[in-house]
């Protein structure tokens, strides 16, 4: 990564109406300034200590989460960076329980935009979500 200067940041979250806030989604978000990092799906079925979480929605949906927020730390931000975000789980039951995580990881209300799309299949057997995700950094 080269340096070089760059503007000041801004981000308008536009007030979700009680559906939106309810799923834990933003309708838009309004940035100015700052860098734009374009983050590539992620997925996995091993834990951050390298045990097996195939088939396990929970642990793999925190475990993308925390991917993500490491990747971000790496080039200057964090999970609260992100605008925006798409998700593909494989069954339309994780959706509400991945919105409930979702909550726990975006306090305050302050959410991505956000597509929540079920797909038949992963790359990879046992493979239940991924994320892929946009963020804007000071």
């Not at 990747?71 to 789980?89: A, E, H, N, P």
């Not at 039951?93 to 726990?104: M, S």
Request: hydrophobic share 40%; proline share 4%.
């Amino acid at each position: 990564m080269t340096a070089g200067k760059t503007s000041a940041r801004t981000v308008t979250h536009l007030e979700g109406t009680a559906f939106q806030k309810s799923r834990a989604f933003s309708p838009a978000i309004v940035t100015q300034g700052g860098r734009t990092v374009w983050l590539a799906g992620q997925t996995t079925t091993a834990d951050r200590d390298g045990n097996s979480i195939a088939h396990d929605f929970e642990k793999q949906a925190r475990t993308c989460f925390d991917l993500i927020d490491e990747t971000l730390k790496r080039v200057g931000g964090s999970l609260q960076d992100l605008v925006s975000m798409t998700v593909f789980i494989n069954d339309p039951r994780y959706g509400t329980p991945f919105v409930d995580l979702r909550k726990e990881y975006f306090p305050g209300g302050k959410f991505p935009c956000s597509a929540l799309i079920t797909v038949s299949q992963f790359a990879h057997p046992g493979i239940l979500i991924e994320i892929q995700g946009v963020a804007v950094l000071d």
